[in-house]
C-alpha cells in the first residue's frame, strides 16, 4: 500500500468512527424522551398505590395496642406515654414534679385495703333536686308516691341503695334523710367543688389523689396543697369503690373495658354485661381492674354520685388533667 492508498484508509477509519458517534448520539437522544416519560409514568403510579394501600395498612383504633406502664417498671427505662390532646378549659395540665413517687411507707402493706366493701355506706351528701321527681316508701316505681320534689329542693342522700333499674345497667337509688327514696340521676350535686378534709394519715410530701367517696370528689395534692378538686362517679352499691391506699398500677391512654373481666365480682358474683371502647386515660390502682378513667357516656349534669362498676369515672377534660398529674406509682387514698 503506498502512502496515499495510507492516508486515504486512515480518513475513511476516521470518518467511519465518526459516523459511528454520531450515530450513537442520535440513538441516545432519541431514547431519553421515552425513558423519562416511562420514568415519570411510574413514579406517578407508585405515589397513587400508596396513597390508596395507606389506610388500609394504619391498625383502628381497635386493633392498635397501647403502650402499658406497670409499677414494677419504674426503674426502668419505660416508654413515655402521650395521651391524646384534649382542650383542658381549667387550665394548662400540672406536670408530675420530682417528688411525685410516693413514700415507700404509702405504699406498702396494701393487701388488706384491696377489694371491694362489703356494702354501702352512711354518706352527708348535698345536693338538689334537678326535675320534679317522686319519693317513694321504696326504691322501686311500683310504690305509690308519698310526695314529690320540686327542682331546686335541697335534698340531703343519708345512703345509695340498689333498687329498680330505672335506666340501663343504672339501679341505684338514694335514701333520703326522711327516710324516702328517689332515683339517683334525678338528683344534682349542688354547691361549689371544693377539697374535702384531708384523711388525718394522708401524704404530706409528693403528687397524691385524695378520693373522698362520701362527696364524690377527687383532689389532686401536691405535698399538703390541693391542686384541683372535680366530681367523680364511684362505684355502686354492689360495685362499690375499694377504700385503702393504693399505687397506681398501670396507665394506659385508651383501652376497651369490658364486663367480662368482672365475673366474680358484683352481685352474686356474676361480673356484669357491658364492652366500651376507645377510654381514654386509664389509670389502674388495683389488680382486679378498678381504675381512674374519663367516663365520656355519662351525661355531665350526673358527675357527682355513684354509678360505676368500681371505678373512678370523671368528665373527659377532668380524666385528661389527672393524666398529666399522676404517674405509675402515684398514691390515691380512698375513703368515705
Known sequence: MNAITHRQHLRNVRLRRRARRANRRSRL??????????LLVGALTLVAAQALLRPLARPSDDQASAPVVYADQQGSAA??????????SAGAPVQPSAQSAPPAAVLTDLSASIGRTAGPASTGWQGIAGQ???RRSEPNRSKPPVGDLQPGTPVEVVRWVTGEEVEKA????AQLS??????????????????????????????????????QVATAYDGAEPVRSV???????????P??????????????????????????GVGADYKVENVRYVQYFTPDGAAIHENYWRRP??????????????????????????TVGTPVVIHE
Not at 437522544?29 to 416511562?38: F, G, M, N
Not at 343504672?170 to 337509688?173: F, G, I, K, L, P
Not at 378534709?197 to 367517696?213: C, F, K, M, Q
Open 29 to 38: 437522544l432519541s431514547v431519553t424522551p421515552r425513558v423519562v416519560l416511562h
Open 79 to 88: 416508654p413515655a406515654i402521650s395521651a391524646p390532646a384534649l382542650s383542658i
Open 132 to 134: 320534679v321527681v317522686n
Open 170 to 173: 343504672n339501679d341505684t337509688w
Open 178 to 215: 326522711d327516710g324516702t327514696y328517689v332515683f339517683s340521676t334525678s338528683l344534682r350535686r349542688s354547691g361549689p367543688t371544693e377539697p374535702p378534709s384531708r384523711p388525718a394519715d394522708a401524704p404530706t410530701t409528693g403528687h397524691w389523689i385524695d378520693v373522698n367517696l362520701t362527696q
Open 231 to 241: 366530681l367523680i362517679s364511684s362505684g355502686r352499691p354492689g360495685w362499690d369503690t
Open 243 to 268: 377504700t385503702g391506699v393504693f399505687p397506681v398500677l398501670r396507665r394506659i391512654e385508651k383501652d376497651t373495658m369490658d364486663g367480662a373481666t368482672l365475673v366474680g365480682q358484683g352481685p352474686k
Open 301 to 326: 349534669a350526673t358527675f357527682g354520685m355513684p354509678g360505676s362498676h368500681g371505678c373512678i369515672g370523671m368528665a373527659p377534660a377532668d380524666a385528661a388533667w389527672f393524666w398529666q398529674f399522676a
